[in-house]
């Protein structure tokens, strides 16, 4: 082993729309440390201080280092270590014979744990197609906006973030971009240097709401209303860019007729804020050229989340805020790269595609699914779950459903990990799985338009294996032998993306490996001349194919599935809103295990207002019990204003097992989905609080 510090070239790995360039500093083998990289343009030098601590997270003590299998009860997180031998023959015999007989009774359950194309989906897709096996809809976080934004341009495109710096008004909207965007923080910070008016939208005074300008303090899940209600003030004062709608958007007269029905007076009522508020915000957008706007997922977590986006990315085509750099939308810009999906996942292996289509599986209701019984409907009881990259019991919503379905002693569960998160505890086989630093990847970003390359820093820790080396384990266990599953790492790098569109600009895989990073080559203003991707190539503010699928062509607003509008009985008993967006020092359940992020967390908290304190009898500090019908937890009060009346708060996401009471959010948050996309709701749920 070479004794000489070095710098080793990384990409962060992690669910944030950031992607950092990462310098690893290697010593004998061992990643002594990590720092952003200052070559990189949206890294500028500089990671949060979550991933500051990565080496640490690699390092750690608690770190899987070799193949399990259970010895005690399932939950209860005892294991004694096998090999690698052993363990791809237990589990090639079990989803061997279950794929024989009724393959889609195995379910694969993976996210974002990375967000590397490679060892994201690429070998394991490969393996469960061709085993014929469920296929899983990875609705978790941000299908709603990603469904909200292809009926309106087409796909995931938006504004280049580093122009957000030379913006004059931007609307910071339902994102806590200090916690979850630093590096766009960073931009906006430029902008007001420069002048800018910030603007949060937010129900819950942030870290980020409380260092905007002004915060609008709206109810959750009624984005699409103010946004409804701002387009009734655009078109009844002419705020619009007439040229802007005739050349480059679809169906102005019927989102006109919509928006008429959402008087500033109505809207500020569904809003729970003043009509002054709505008619302001609408004039100030009018009225500035380079009016951006950085919606995040957290507003589209609700019934109405898809609804909602679209709402918002028609205001800059009735503005024409796009024809400037610094004025647009941007949610998430993951669609400007050319991922070749089908390359990576191969959906042609599975067995007699395209006739036969394998079930698919809302992630959202994997609760739902795991304790189904089967039937015509179903299809055939969930057998085995093959987890990666994902921490379900944890992170699902509607948690004792979940753990119910994964402690069934006739389920195989089978966990790839890096630690023994709360899922892991129910694993029958638990294998130890490499970190970012110790396996190839290649990154496209959603929050930024540069493509990435991630090299091994050191080898890997003990006998961890990449995904990838796993999955062509356990397919060689099985006597498989699609070239395809035995790809290496490298050549699966190399297919990821279309080397031959445009935006790549006659790069290759080779020059990626090479300089680390390619920018894309896309234009500063992107939608200054139109050029969406919807079927009529313009800002589709009519949607014909919403209108085909049956639904509402034309944004609207949905009340939330629970709330005083949508669900009066159950708001009754249940009056209080909670949402439980992420806490800065973890990433959703990652990191939670890192003492040095616990502890500046403290413990978990619920927000809530000193008027809702009040009426519970609540003081500041006091342990309570926050419930619905799905289920409580307990954690300690935090009384003061910047939760709004009516809203509480849980920053999220605890392992279970770290948290005094052993549960999280999720024991009060819901399986039911959003209007677009299919995506989870966690941020609408009423639930009541008393103390414990
Ligand atoms: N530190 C840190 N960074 C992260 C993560 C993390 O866990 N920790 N998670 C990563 C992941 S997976 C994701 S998806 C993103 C999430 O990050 P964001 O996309 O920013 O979304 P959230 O943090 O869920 O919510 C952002 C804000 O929306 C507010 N909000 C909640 N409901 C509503 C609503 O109905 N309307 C409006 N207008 N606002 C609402 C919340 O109070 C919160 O302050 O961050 C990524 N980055
Ligand atoms: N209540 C509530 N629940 C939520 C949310 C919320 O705001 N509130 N947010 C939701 C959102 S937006 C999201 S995206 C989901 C996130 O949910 P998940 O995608 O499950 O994210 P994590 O909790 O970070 O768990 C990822 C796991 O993957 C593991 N991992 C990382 N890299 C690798 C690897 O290379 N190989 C393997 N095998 N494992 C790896 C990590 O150790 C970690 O345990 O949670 C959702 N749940
Ligand atoms: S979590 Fe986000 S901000 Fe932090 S290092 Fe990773 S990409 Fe950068
Ligand atoms: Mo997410």
Partial sequence: MNARAEFARAVCPHDCPDTCAMRVTVENGKAIKVSGDPDHPPTQGVLCTKVTRYAERVHHPKRLTQPMKRIGRKGEGRFEPISWDEACAIAA???GEIAQRAPEAILPYSYAGTMGLVQGDS?????????????LDRAICAAAGAAGLRYTYGSSLGMLTEHFAESEVILIWGANPIASNLHFWTRAQEAKRNGAKLIAIDPYRSLTAEKCHQHIALKPGTDGALALGMMHVLITEDGLDHDYIAAHTHGFEQLKARALTYTPAR?????GIEEQIVIDLARLYASTRKAA?????GLQRVRGGGNAV???????ALTGAWRERAGGVLLSSSGWAPVDGNALQRPDLIPGWPKHQPRIVNMNQVGDALTHAGDAAFGPKVEAIVVYNSNPVAVAP??????????????????????????????DLLLPATTQLEHLDVHKSYGHTYVMANLPAIAPVGEARPNTEIFRSIARAMGLNEPALFESDEEVAARAFDWSDPVLAGADWARLKQDGWIKLNIADAPFANGGFRTPTGKCEFYSETLAKAGLEPVPDYLPPHESADGAPELAARYPLAMISPPARNFLNSTFVNVESLRATEGEPHLDLHPTDAARRNIADGDQVRVFNDRGSMQVRARVSDRAREGLVVGLSIWWKKLAPDGRNANEVTSQALTDLGGSATFYDCLVEVERA
Avoid: W
């Fill in 293 to 297: 706007i950085r919606m995040n997922y």
């Fill in 123 to 135: 070998i394991a897709q490969r393996f469960f197609h061709r085993l014929g096996a469920s296929r």
């Fill in 93 to 95: 015999a079990r989803l």
């Fill in 267 to 271: 809207v500020a009522q569904i809003c």
């Fill in 310 to 316: 679209r709402a918002i990315a028609c205001l800059p």
């Fill in 398 to 427: 509607e948690s004792a459903k979940v753990a119910a379905g994964f402690a069934r002693e006739d389920l195989f569960t089978i966990v790839l990990e890096q630690f023994q998160t709360d899922t892991a505890d129910y694993a």
